[in-house]
């Protein structure tokens, strides 16, 4: 997956004469440790490395990739410790608030302002109001993990199921614009194809997994976890609705005994054409298009869409989008005594989900990627989503980077 992710990619130019110029005139070779998750944007990392490390030889990166669940309590061991073990960090965006009132970030606001022409409210707004916190920049966006519907256009577009859909229902079959309209479409496809296909691949698994799903279908629904004065509000009726949906979703047209699936089971259902829509993460759309992809039994999905009726829950990263060769600047959160050549290392550290409007806007990046519009589509996901989780107003759009 990270080869399909990764050809989008153009190493990022060397970073601002400014930086150069915060350099000792003699500087001592550094060795730089980054804490990543193990997943396919750190595959991407891996590949620009060598070319960073041509370019700056007195800097060397050694990235410690490990599980999404380890990562957290390395990250507060590394602040604790008298000599921090990690030099750059990724901060998933639910952690923010916490580690900024822990004096564990250092704002990188004058580290932005030091850079010619380099663009911050290009970042697309709800990715890039994650990283501000009491009005200081302590983030700079890395990767998008918003959240949408993807669909088997295949499905959609067969004759026989259109006619069966229209006769059944009089309407049109066509992808959900409401919760109820979703479960309905579900239910059909597993009744109409005597159960060989079912109506979602779902991700239930306890935890983090059911919380990230769930919590879209609750924006479907009209509710969230918290008022805008930080007030618990999940037991209104549009939560007791998202809850009730979700539910019979499971029983009537998700896949037996799926209970504990999470992100990969509900991936490999739907590639090998077992369920006819998931909800999950935007670019998992060309990976699922790719005709050397794990998607190889049926022709295409449509383009992910938002979720039904509603925002949605963006998930963790954050990143430069592929059409940063143009930008100079890294993204990256520091910690207070990072070393300048930390912040210049971040800046050749691109993701592969977009995250800036003029990427997703650019019609080079259109021809180099997937088309115009899946771009244009994925725009309208990222400016209509909200994070995952924090304090108020502050769930959960992205993934950061941070200098340790």
Known sequence: ????????????????????????????????????????????????????????????????????????????????????????????????????????????????????????????????????????????????????????????????????YQKKYGKPLAPPTTLEDYVRIAQFFKEQSGGKIYGAAMQPQRGYKVFEEWKNWLYAAGGNLLDEQGNVIIDRPEAVRALELYIEMYKTAAPPNSLNWGFDEALRAMAAGEAATMMSYNWMLPTLNNPQGPAVTWPASSPSTRSPAGRRCSGPGTGPSPATRRTKTPPGVSSPGSPPSAWRSSGWILGGAPVRVSAMKDPEVWQKGFGQAYYETVLKILEDAEPLAGAPRRRRSSRWWALS
């Open 1 to 164: 997956m990270c080869c399909r992710i990764g050809r989008l990619l153009i190493a990022v130019a060397l970073l601002s004469a400014w930086l150069v110029g915060c350099r000792p005139a003699a500087q001592a070779p550094v060795t730089l440790t980054i804490i990543m998750e193990e997943v396919p944007d750190t595959d991407v990392v891996r590949k620009l490395l060598p070319d960073f490390e041509k370019e700056n030889p007195g800097i060397k990166v050694v990235i410690d990739a490990m599980p999404y669940d380890a990562m957290r309590d390395k990250i507060l061991a590394s602040f604790m410790a008298p000599k921090a073990t990690y030099d750059v960090i990724i901060v998933d965006n639910p952690w923010m608030d916490e580690f900024v009132a822990g004096n564990f970030l250092e704002p990188l606001d004058d580290r932005i302002r030091g850079i010619p022409d380099y663009d911050f409210e290009d970042f697309v707004g709800p990715v890039r109001e994650i990283g501000v916190v009491g009005g200081k920049v302590y983030g700079i966006p890395f990767y998008n993990y918003a959240l949408g519907l993807i669909v088997r256009q295949d499905l959609f577009d067969d004759p026989a199921y259109q006619e069966a």
